[in-house]
Structure formats: C-alpha cells, structure tokens
T-cell receptor, first 113, second 112 residues
C-alpha cells in the first residue's frame, strides 16, 4: 500500500542534543510537509518542500531545519532541542502544491529529557 | 489568529447516538473543507471532505453539512460507535495556497 512512513515512532533525546527524524513516502508526491503537534492542539506547519524548493513558515524557529535528498525522503533536524520542543512531529505529503488532500504519516513522538 | 473556529472542545455520546461538531470560518476564499480523524498516538487521517458547491456530503455514517452563506460546516457521526472515539479536526484551504487551516479539535468519546 502506498503510504507515508515515519521513523522512529518514539524518540528520546537530551536537552541540547541534536536529533533527526525521518519520513519516507511511496506515494510519489511532490510536496512533503513537517508539522509539530503538541498535546491537545492542532498540527502546526513548520515547513514544506515542493520538489527541492524549501519553504519555511515565518514563525518556525531557526532550531528546526529540514533536508530532502530525494523525492521519497525528508528529514527534520532539531539542532538543540529544548524542553518546549517535546511534541508529536507529523510528516505529510500532497501530490502537488495545489492539491487539496494531504496525507499524514503516523508521527514521531519526541521526548526531551 | 485562528481562521477556523471549532466547537465543542469535547463531547461524550452514548453508543448509537449522534455526534455533531461545528466549524466556522471567515475567509470566503476557502474552497475545500476536510475533516481529519486522529486516534491517540497516530497521525490525522482524512475522513471526509466537501467543496462549497454542495450543501451536504455523506460517506457511510459520516455526513458533512455545509452552509456557505453562514460560513459554517459541521460533521455528523450517525450511530456513533466506541471505535469512533477520537479527536476530530476540521480544516479549510484554498487551491492556490498549500496551507491547511485547522480548527482546534474536538475529542469525541463514545460510551458503550
């Protein structure tokens, strides 16, 4: 089945220790998104890639970076995680930038100790 | 500034009952209104969506009602089942913008 896969599902990191979360997709979609979702809140868009073009949301902290080495994979790097970065991180895809539907992965739960 | 307002924050319904979640929006440029279902520890899954050219869309036990003049839309879950217990997010977007504007979410609990 075509899908969005996130690894790992659970990640524990120490305060200030860099961490990388990964997303892959078999949908062959051009757009990949990263969202941050804190407990009992709606997902918040951090950035997206349209093909190789990176687009940062204005309020995304500099501590968050992303890489998309190819169509299938996208990585979220948190350079110096703080306690406030503990959240569920969701990857999503859409066929085109002007596609309505976004398909979400299962998420990675990040804990910062 | 939240572009989509969702209510209630939570609701409890008995098995077999009807769950109703309401959303309101301000931006008349929105032209796509999806609902996402999210189980604890999982990502949101697209449940059902509607465009503003129709007033109602039904898929199984899930129905979206859309009122363009009032800028409101709602999700009705008929014959609610314990397996429907989840958080539901309404959202809105427009074709020329990649962003989904999410509502704050409604946690639905269906009691057996």
């Amino acid at each position: 089945d075509a899908m969005v896969i996130q690894n790992p599902r659970y990640q524990v990191t120490q305060f200030g220790k860099p961490v990388t979360l990964s997303c892959s997709q078999t949908l062959n979609h051009n757009v990949m998104y990263w969202y941050q979702q804190k407990s009992s809140q709606a997902p918040k868009l951090l950035f997206h890639y349209y093909d190789k073009d990176f687009n940062n949301e204005a309020d995304t902290p500099d501590n968050f970076q992303s890489r998309r080495p190819n169509t299938s994979f996208c990585f979220l790097d948190i350079r110096s995680p703080g306690l406030g970065d503990a959240a569920m991180y969701l990857c999503a895809t859409s066929r085109e930038i002007r596609s309505y539907e976004q398909y979400f992965g299962p998420g990675t739960r990040l804990t910062v100790t | 500034q939240q572009q989509v307002k969702q209510s209630p924050q939570s609701l409890i319904v008995q098995k077999g009952g009807i769950s109703i979640i309401n959303c309101a929006y301000e931006n008349t440029a929105f032209d796509y209104f999806p609902w996402y279902q999210q189980f604890p520890g999982k990502g949101p899954a697209l449940l059902i969506a509607i465009r503003p050219d129709v007033s109602e869309k039904k898929e199984g036990r899930f129905t979206i009602s859309f009122n363009k003049s009032a800028k409101q839309f709602s999700l009705h879950i008929m014959d609610s089942q314990p397996g429907d217990s989840a958080t539901y997010f309404c959202a809105a977007s427009r074709l020329d913008d990649y962003k989904l504007s999410f509502g704050a979410g409604t946690t639905v609990t269906v009691r057996a």
